[in-house]
């Protein structure tokens, strides 16, 4: 079973005075679901939106609204992230003391449940939720900011997980310092969601769609597609 190729622009490398204009430009651009990382400045050393932010943007575009909680406790929060209009709302496996309820309360919303795995969090750590996950998001960088280089160490957990995960209908995304380069790596490891910010956002406007192409290009043809 192939899991489609999709790309996910992170809007945390957007220009935030004019939000609602960047996720209407990178929809257009192509973007396959907008990334969306929340920082609470304890789980990880940033801080930057919450679900009242994710709200003020969700008029401005109908894509799957791809919400990356990097906060701890995500328990108390999960129904405000799902009312403001998230589609996946993905919890880090130390985000909480009971992983497995986390995801199910997700589920429960009706929302799309995911998990994430810092780089030093094995892929064992999430064998026992594969029936409750519909995305398994492995981060190439540690997370809190972006423009960070990119972990070539992911890549055996990428092939840990696409083996564990093998005839489910989980998608596995990878995010942190993706380009065309990197992107390769991570298709060739087993990932089929890429997550990039820096490399969609740099030059402007009127580059992000020349800016997704590059890395769906790169990406197609390393699942040997036609790009
Ligand atoms: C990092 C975030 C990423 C970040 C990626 O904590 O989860 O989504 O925005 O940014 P780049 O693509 O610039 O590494
Ligand atoms: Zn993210």
Same mark, same amino acid.
């Given at each position: 079973?192939?899991?489609?190729?999709?790309?996910?622009?992170?809007?945390?490398?957007?220009?935030?005075?004019?939000?609602g204009?960047?996720?209407? +430009?990178?929809?257009? !651009? @192509?973007? *396959?679901? &907008?990334?969306?990382? /929340?920082?609470? #400045?304890?789980?990880?050393?940033?801080?930057?939106?919450?679900?009242?932010?994710?709200?003020?943007?969700?008029?401005?575009?109908?894509?799957?609204?791809?919400?990356?909680?990097?906060?701890?406790?995500?328990?108390?929060?999960?129904? +405000?992230?799902?009312? !403001? @209009?998230? *589609?996946? &709302?993905?919890?880090? /496996?130390?985000? #909480?003391?009971?992983?497995?309820?986390?995801?199910?309360?997700?589920r429960?919303?009706?929302?799309?449940?995911?998990?994430s795995?810092?780089?030093?969090?094995?892929?064992?750590?999430?064998?026992?939720?594969?029936?409750?996950?519909?995305?398994?998001?492995v981060?190439?960088?540690?997370?809190?900011?972006?423009g960070?280089?990119?972990?070539?160490?992911?890549?055996?957990?990428?092939?840990?997980?696409?083996?564990?995960?093998?005839g489910?209908?989980?998608?596995?995304?990878?995010?942190?310092?993706?380009?065309?380069?990197?992107?390769?790596?991570?298709?060739?490891?087993?990932?089929?969601?890429?997550?990039?910010?820096?490399?969609?956002?740099?030059?402007?406007?009127s580059?992000?769609?020349?800016?997704?192409?590059?890395?769906?290009?790169?990406?197609?043809l390393?699942?040997?597609?036609?790009?």
């Amino acid at each position: 079973m192939t899991r489609p190729l999709l790309i996910a622009p992170s809007m945390l490398a957007s220009d935030f005075s004019k939000l609602g204009e960047e996720v209407r +430009a990178v929809d257009t !651009a @192509g973007a *396959d679901w &907008i990334h969306l990382d /929340v920082m609470d #400045g304890h789980f990880v050393p940033n801080i930057s939106f919450g679900p009242d932010i994710i709200k003020a943007m969700r008029p401005h575009s109908k894509k799957i609204f791809d919400v990356h909680l990097m906060i701890a406790p995500c328990d108390p929060h999960l129904e +405000a992230f799902a009312k !403001a @209009g998230s *589609d996946i &709302i993905t919890v880090h /496996v130390e985000a #909480g003391p009971h992983l497995h309820r986390s995801l199910q309360a997700i589920r429960a919303m009706g929302k799309k449940a995911g998990v994430s795995l810092n780089p030093a969090t094995p892929a064992e750590t999430v064998a026992h939720v594969l029936d409750t996950v519909d995305l398994i998001l492995v981060m190439s960088v540690n997370p809190g900011f972006g423009g960070q280089a990119y972990l070539p160490l992911v890549e055996e957990k990428i092939a840990q997980l696409k083996a564990m995960t093998a005839g489910r209908p989980i998608d596995i995304e990878v995010d942190g310092g993706i380009t065309a380069q990197t992107a390769t790596r991570v298709i060739a490891a087993g990932a089929n969601v890429l997550v990039a910010g820096s490399a969609v956002f740099k030059g402007g406007v009127s580059t992000y769609a020349s800016n997704i192409s590059a890395i769906r290009n790169a990406a197609s043809l390393a699942r040997g597609e036609a790009a």
